[in-house]
């Protein structure tokens, strides 16, 4: 129950100016034209300045930056729960970017702002991750793909697109160019998850051990993304044979634990890069898995000659 006698002086100024504010907007609406157009985002700065005055300062910051980054398009309802989106620069197409498993967009580091510099480029947090909000369960690739979509739309992003995906959002990203052929015009996987790896990996494994390490890997708590279904909806999924590919794998060999290791990381990304005709490999020689750190301007020189094979067909002119 709310006592009055712990309403600290500021929390007092709090909830005297919310409640005026709420009135004035319900109060002047029909009489001022400025509040009859702006009456929605007065009474929401009101209530939240009520909520600040009853319950203190620390979660209605929070509540308060949550309402700000829904009204300019932060925060994305995608069904009744929000996706966090940030997009920069110009152009198309627009670059989408999903990052790994369990990874927030800032995972992506220097990356964006490179690609922000030749065209429009969107990050954003998968449900559950980073400012997202918890989306519905069981978590697969299917349901993140639909998330996207509604994100996309909602955030009202046309195409063209290019997908960019890293590690497991690189399998998301497949997922989503076979189910959107006329939107996704270009493919960039960085180092990306294989449907085949798990258990190509658990080979190296000593037999006793491998049964703990497929249910780790498949069944895995990790995001509670169910992997081993989300690699099988990814492996019934056919890309259009007319998608641009480009495949960029890690190739440090001492970022690998042994040869035989990195002689299946090896094949698997050959296996990417075999998906669709005239897909293109490139061997980031000095990084490791999150190429994006090692090497971002590798990744961000892929990106730039993918849009601009898109322009080309677009007959919209290159950016250098």
């Avoid at 639909?146 to 009202?156: G, H, K, P, V």
Wanted: overall charge negative; some cysteine; aromatic content about 6%.
């Amino acid at each position: 129950m709310f006592d009055l006698a712990e309403l600290t002086t500021p929390r007092a100024i709090s909830l005297v100016l919310g409640i005026l504010v709420v009135g004035v907007a319900l109060l002047g609406a029909r009489r001022v034209p400025v509040v009859q157009k702006y009456q929605r985002l007065i009474v929401v700065i009101g209530a939240a300045l009520i909520f600040v005055g009853l319950v203190g300062t620390y979660q209605p910051r929070m509540a308060l930056e949550r309402v700000r980054l829904i009204l300019t398009g932060g925060l994305v309802d995608v069904g009744g729960y929000y996706l966090r989106i940030e997009c920069w620069g110009e152009g198309t197409p627009t670059v989408v970017m999903d990052a790994g498993m369990s990874q927030d967009r800032t995972t992506w580091g220097q990356v964006p702002e490179g690609i922000a510099k030749f065209t429009r480029v969107c990050i954003y947090d998968r449900a559950g991750v980073g400012e997202s909000d918890n989306g519905p369960r069981p978590r697969t690739s299917e349901r993140i793909v639909q998330e996207l979509d509604a994100l996309i739309r909602n955030s009202n992003i046309t195409g063209p697109l290019v997908l960019v995906g890293h590690s497991f959002g690189g399998a998301n990203a497949r997922l989503y160019a076979s189910q959107h052929p006329a939107q996704v015009q270009g493919l960039v996987l960085v180092d990306s998850v294989q449907e085949d790896e798990i258990e190509r990996y658990a080979e190296l494994i000593p037999p006793e051990q491998q049964l703990y390490y497929l249910k780790e890997h498949l069944v895995g708590l990790y995001e509670s993304i169910d992997i081993k279904e989300s690699l099988e909806q990814v492996r019934a999924a056919k890309l259009p044979p007319s998608i641009r590919l480009t495949v960029v794998a890690a190739g440090n060999p001492d970022e690998f634990e042994t040869r035989p290791y990195a002689q299946i990381h090896q094949e698997l990304q050959e296996t990417l890069a075999r998906l669709v005709p005239d897909a293109k490999l490139v061997i980031a020689s000095r990084s490791g898995h999150f190429i994006q750190m090692d090497e971002p301007e590798l990744i961000v020189q892929q990106v730039h000659e993918m849009v601009n094979r898109v322009r080309a067909d677009m007959q919209v002119p290159p950016t250098r």
